[in-house]
């Protein structure tokens, strides 16, 4: 349970400011929720991931089911030389995923200095 509401919260707030805002604000939006969350900085950093990775992966999947997966084709092709496009979605999902995870560590690891002082 203490991993799922810091989880679920950057699911939904990450979501909200890439809605508005340009898409990069989700790694200051995630840093506040973890310099106020009281995780370890190992557990901030899985939840972190495993937030982002949810979300930029969900929603690569469905933009990319939406068209029938004509670019991510075209674009698996020119690049791994196949029509491996799953690929391409892990890929994306993994690098929100790392991002993610080292906005929530940062956050984490700035309350630890902080709070502690």
Known sequence: ????????????LSYLSGAFLPWWTFV?????????????P???????????LILWGGLSWMMD????HILSKKIAQLFLKNEQYP????ITSMMGGLLGGL????????R???INK
Do not use: D
Not at 65 to 68: E, I, K, M, V, Y
């Open 65 to 68: 089911a939406s068209n029938h």
């Open 28 to 40: 200051p939006v995630t840093m506040i929720i973890f310099a106020f969350m009281p995780l370890k």
């Open 87 to 90: 690929f391409l979605i892990l």
């Open 1 to 12: 349970m203490r991993l799922f509401l810091p989880t679920l919260l950057t699911i939904l």
């Open 103 to 110: 906005a929530a560590l940062t956050g984490s690891l700035g």
């Open 42 to 52: 190992g557990m901030a950093f899985l939840s972190g991931f495993l937030a982002l």
């Open 112 to 114: 630890s200095t902080f």
